[in-house]
């Protein structure tokens, strides 16, 4: 029973009832698995370019660069830092007072070798009057790291990752989100000298990371010799979903609707406003310092120069589809590059004549199309590659998670388990269409692949619905390619002890 007062709040977030309709038989009736058809790999999906292609596709970069191109680096950086944390926040709240863990050992062995140890030092001499090497031979563990978590220390318990301190080097310690302003200046530096870098940020961070852009920008900008144009947005509210309790009816907290992000695949909207053709997906975690930074450019050039590469191949036919001069020959060319250099697949064009196989193609061929990195399987948490089965009867490249696989389906399981690699959130895409036009980026994600998490509030257990991921299910639809890149190109900071392994000192 819906009441005035959430036909206001609905409103005021741009969701309308028909929408809390869906998602409320989303929670009735689940989702389904996805059916799959083999995990990709080397030996089929996943491309490793030799030396000779590497440099046709860096070739191929380097002159689109030179053309009035837009380029964007896209970085989700909303999510706050505190999971990073976990291991000292539970020290914190410990009946001990010294490090018993080996992580809280580690942390304290080698504190000084963190790039936000200076800052944290004087936090220290502020809050307690005391050194920090004196507050450790005192014993004083907590006092060092409340200075560093709690909100009248350095806060970095509630920032967000991309104000934390990740590098150092001699000119002074560094956030990842000037690591990202470092790198959009080496790999996607329009020919007029422009760096268009979009950040997704909390609106409680949002005046932070203006700050810091502001005092940092012409530094680099006079480094690199290039103008950053740097745009933030927020998940917009209307990307929200609605929390249930366990009988699937509307959660309430003191009578109002309780809604909650609807995760990053909300960011869907943030990435269709960009008036870009070409933009670079990376998590705002994933930098390493200048030393390091070598493969990464080579391979985001890479993988940018195959993706503009196929995109040429793919408006060539497009247009020559149109055109209506083309042979069978030609059709049947088109249609084996569709299945053999896109990986989209459908058995039954077989049976379908030239006039109704055309259709087919224009529809498949033209939709935004992304190249995606994938690194060899470590043990990382992240999506798999595979080919799925789409609700069309086709059969393409998807990058799925674990709440998308039947595990109880001993088959599904072994080829999730046993895949040889993993998405790292590395990505480029083209979103124009061979006419010019952007596509809407919303037509093309597969609503059946959001999730239900359990979750609570105040004390009550709620179910929450995720929408489907920005690289998962709101890019299912697109055109997706992948290719090995080296595992040098992905290291994610997950803990705070992360940054103290040799890629991130």
């Given at each position: 029973m819906m009441t005035q007062e959430d036909y206001a709040l609905l409103a005021s977030k741009g969701i309308s009832v028909q929408q809390i309709a869906e998602q409320l038989a989303c929670f009735e009736n689940g989702f389904p698995y996805l059916k799959l058809d083999a995990a990709a790999s080397v030996q089929r999906g996943i491309l490793v370019p030799q030396a000779d292609?590497?440099?046709?596709?860096?070739?191929?970069?380097?002159?689109?660069?030179?053309?009035?191109?837009?380029?964007?680096?896209?970085?989700?950086?909303?999510?706050?830092?505190?999971?990073?944390?976990?291991?000292?926040?539970?020290?914190?709240?410990?009946?001990?007072?010294?490090?018993?863990?080996?992580?809280?050992?580690?942390?304290?062995?080698?504190?000084?070798?963190?790039?936000f140890y200076d800052e944290l030092r004087a936090a220290c001499v502020r809050l307690t009057a005391k050194e920090l090497e004196v507050l450790l031979e005192e014993g004083n563990y907590k006092a060092v790291v409340s200075a560093l978590?709690?909100?009248?220390?350095?806060?970095?318990?509630?920032?967000?990752?991309?104000?934390?301190?990740?590098?150092?080097?001699?000119?002074?310690?560094?956030?990842?989100?000037?690591?990202?302003?470092?790198?959009?200046?080496?790999?996607?530096?329009?020919?007029?000298?422009?760096?268009?870098?979009?950040?997704?940020?909390?609106?409680?961070?949002?005046?932070?990371?203006?700050?810091?852009?502001k005092q940092k920008a012409a530094r680099y900008a006079k480094r690199y010799g290039v103008n950053y144009r740097v745009?933030?947005?927020?998940?917009?509210?209307?990307?929200?979903?609605?929390?249930?309790?366990?009988?699937?009816?509307?959660?309430?907290?003191?009578?109002?609707?309780?809604?909650?992000?609807?995760?990053?695949?909300?960011?869907?909207?943030?990435?269709?406003?960009?008036d870009a053709d070409i933009v670079f997906i990376k998590n705002i975690d994933?930098?390493?310092?200048?030393?390091?930074?070598?493969?990464?450019?080579?391979?985001?050039?890479?993988?940018?120069?195959?993706?503009?590469?196929?995109?040429?191949?793919?408006?060539?036919?497009?247009?020559?589809?149109?055109s209506g001069k083309y042979s069978h020959e030609q059709v049947l060319e088109i249609l084996q590059f569709l299945q053999k250099r896109l990986f989209c697949k459908n058995p039954e064009v077989k049976n379908l004549e030239d006039a109704e196989l055309v259709l087919y193609l224009k529809e498949k061929l033209n939709r935004p199309m992304r190249v995606c990195g994938m690194?060899?399987?470590?043990?990382?948490?992240?999506?798999?590659?595979?080919?799925?089965?789409?609700?069309?009867?086709t059969v393409s490249l998807q990058i799925l998670e674990s709440s998308q696989i039947n595990m109880n389906d001993e088959e599904a399981k072994e080829l999730f388990e046993h895949g040889t690699h993993f998405?790292?959130?590395?990505?480029?895409?083209?979103?124009?269409d061979y006419k010019g036009r952007k596509f809407h980026l919303p037509d093309y994600v597969?609503?059946?692949?959001?999730?239900?998490?359990?979750?609570?509030?105040?004390?009550?257990?709620?179910?929450?619905?995720?929408?489907?991921?920005?690289?998962?299910?709101?890019?299912?639809?697109?055109?997706?390619?992948?290719v090995e890149v080296p595992l040098t190109t992905f290291n994610p900071v997950k803990t705070v002890n992360d940054l103290l392994r040799e890629e991130h000192q």
């Open positions: 292609e590497r440099k046709l596709y860096l070739k191929a970069w380097e002159a689109y660069m030179r053309t009035d191109c837009c380029v964007v680096k896209f970085v989700p950086a909303s999510g706050a830092a505190s999971r990073m944390f976990k291991d000292l926040f539970e020290f914190l709240s410990a009946s001990y007072r010294e490090p018993q863990t080996s992580f809280e050992k580690y942390f304290f062995e080698h504190i000084d070798r963190f790039a978590l709690d909100e009248n220390g350095l806060n970095y318990g509630s920032l967000p990752k991309g104000l934390l301190r990740f590098h150092r080097y001699d000119e002074g310690a560094r956030t990842a989100f000037e690591e990202h302003l470092v790198e959009g200046a080496l790999y996607a530096t329009g020919r007029n000298g422009n760096v268009n870098v979009h950040f997704t940020v909390s609106p409680e961070h949002r005046a932070l990371f203006e700050a810091l852009l745009e933030f947005s927020e998940q917009k509210p209307a990307t929200d979903t609605l929390a249930v309790d366990l009988q699937n009816h509307p959660f309430r907290q003191e009578g109002a609707l309780l809604f909650r992000p609807g995760g990053h695949g909300a960011l869907i909207a943030n990435l269709n406003e960009l994933n930098v390493v310092p200048d030393k390091l930074k070598s493969d990464t450019v080579e391979y985001k050039q890479l993988i940018a120069g195959m993706l503009v590469s196929l995109q040429q191949q793919v408006f060539a036919y497009l247009q020559l589809l149109d690194v060899r399987n470590v043990g990382e948490p992240g999506g798999g590659p595979f080919f799925a089965y789409n609700s069309d009867g998405n790292p959130v590395d990505l480029v895409c083209a979103i124009r597969d609503k059946a692949t959001g999730f239900i998490s359990r979750k609570s509030k105040n004390g009550r257990e709620l179910k929450a619905l995720e929408l489907p991921g920005l690289w998962n299910g709101a890019m299912s639809n697109w055109n997706t390619v992948f």
